[in-house]
């Protein structure tokens, strides 16, 4: 049999993870073997060890397909001038929310993530590997707000970390509760109300500077939870 080319065999890991969605969204990741998502991909169960070692591997790899391009942005931001970072955090914020509301792929995925998997066994080091992640994000957050409270452009307090802390919860929240239930209220328009009070209180003890105000969507009805 002749052997798939590189285009072959990445079409062919691309319709394997297509099928993983969809099974895990229906089952569960912990219900789901590795012989179902073969099953709906038209595959062996030999194609998905030729890509993946394992569940945890090809969960991961559908994450990386989703994952929000969080580092890159704030990389971006802390580039910029200390007085434009909150102006700056509003857009990094509401980024991933108008994303998980237009793009039916990332809302799978994230319902996955969020809903439908049992960080144990195999699945324990994805656990670990968020919360690296998240903490690495964390620890770059800091450092920016910190920068801008040296520059005089925020408010003392409260400090950087808790700062950092609460902005990610309120995003991390709200993409977590809009997943459970997208009918419930529209996560544009909570976002865009709650990440700017959120950050006009960093910035209240400034005498004289403007509240930073997220980019609005006139057409979005008023928010209801």
């Keep these: 049999m002749a052997r798939k080319t590189k285009a072959e065999a990445e079409e062919t890991r691309q319709q394997i993870l297509d099928a993983a969605e969809q099974v895990f969204l229906r089952q569960g990741?912990?219900?789901?073997?590795?012989?179902?998502?073969?099953?709906?991909?038209?595959?062996?169960?030999?194609?998905?060890?030729?890509?993946?070692?394992?569940?945890a591997a090809l969960f991961h790899a559908m994450m990386d397909r989703v994952i929000l391009p969080c580092e890159a942005a704030l990389a971006d931001v802390m580039a910029g001038p200390p007085e434009a970072v909150l102006d700056a955090l509003a857009l990094?914020?509401?980024?991933?929310?108008?994303?998980?509301?237009?793009?039916?792929?990332?809302?799978?995925?994230?319902?996955?993530?969020?809903?439908?998997?049992e960080y144990t066994g195999d699945m324990a080091s994805e656990q670990e590997r968020h919360r690296q992640s998240v903490s690495h994000y964390l620890d770059q957050l800091e450092a920016l707000l910190a920068r801008a409270q040296r520059a005089g452009a925020l408010a003392s307090?409260?400090?950087?970390?808790?700062?950092?802390?609460?902005?990610?919860?309120?995003?991390?929240?709200?993409?977590?509760?809009?997943?459970?239930?997208?009918?419930?209220?529209?996560?544009?328009?909570?976002?865009?109300?709650?990440?700017?009070?959120?950050?006009?209180?960093?910035?209240?003890?400034?005498?004289?500077?403007?509240?930073?105000?997220?980019?609005?969507?006139?057409s979005a009805p008023a928010p209801s939870i």
């Design 29 to 55: 990741v912990s219900r789901t073997s590795l012989q179902e998502v073969a099953s709906a991909a038209g595959v062996t169960r030999g194609a998905i060890y030729w890509h993946f070692a394992d569940k």
């Design 157 to 218: 307090m409260p400090p950087a970390r808790v700062s950092a802390l609460g902005l990610f919860a309120i995003v991390d929240g709200l993409m977590y509760h809009w997943t459970l239930s997208p009918e419930s209220f529209d996560l544009v328009a909570v976002g865009e109300q709650t990440i700017g009070h959120f950050l006009r209180g960093l910035r209240a003890a400034t005498p004289g500077a403007p509240a930073p105000t997220p980019p609005q969507n006139p």
């Design 92 to 117: 990094l914020a509401m980024s991933p929310l108008r994303d998980l509301a237009t793009d039916a792929q990332m809302r799978r995925v994230f319902t996955i993530a969020m809903h439908l998997t």
